[in-house]
């Protein structure tokens, strides 16, 4: 299992830009591919971006282009580097390890929150 902490989030105005980070338990990082979701109130957890244990990025059709998904395996810490922020990306964020994409199996940390608005 890999436990995670996530942080970075805060209120932003539209266009506006957010670093979240997703610390992890130090165990071999390397191995899980690590995802990004979010949530917001009357919807479901949806992906928003992955990257699995050799590199590959799997992005939702939403983000792409403003969003960036990184490791540092080195950290134990996997990031989200969000550009041109808008309203509708008003979520709880969260991070979690998985052996397939859109597979979590680790378990959920208590996200963080952002919000854009003016």
């Known amino acids: 299992q890999v436990q995670v902490v996530e942080s970075g989030g805060g209120l932003v105005q539209p266009g506006g830009s957010l670093r979240l980070s997703c610390a992890a338990s130090?165990?071999?990082?390397?191995?899980?591919?690590m995802t990004w979701y979010r949530q917001t109130p009357g919807k479901e957890r949806e992906l928003v971006a992955a990257?699995?244990?050799?590199?590959?990025?799997n992005y939702a059709n939403s983000v792409k282009g403003r969003f960036t998904i990184s490791r540092d395996d080195v950290k134990s810490t996997v990031y989200l580097q969000m550009n041109s922020l808008k309203p509708e990306d008003t979520a709880v964020y969260y991070c979690?390890?998985?052996?397939?994409?859109?597979?979590?199996?680790?378990?959920w940390g208590q996200g963080t929150q952002v919000t854009v608005s003016s």
């Open positions: 990257i699995t244990s050799t590199g590959v990025t």
């Open positions: 979690n390890s998985g052996l397939k994409v859109g597979e979590p199996i680790g378990p």
């Open positions: 130090r165990s071999n990082l390397g191995i899980y591919v």
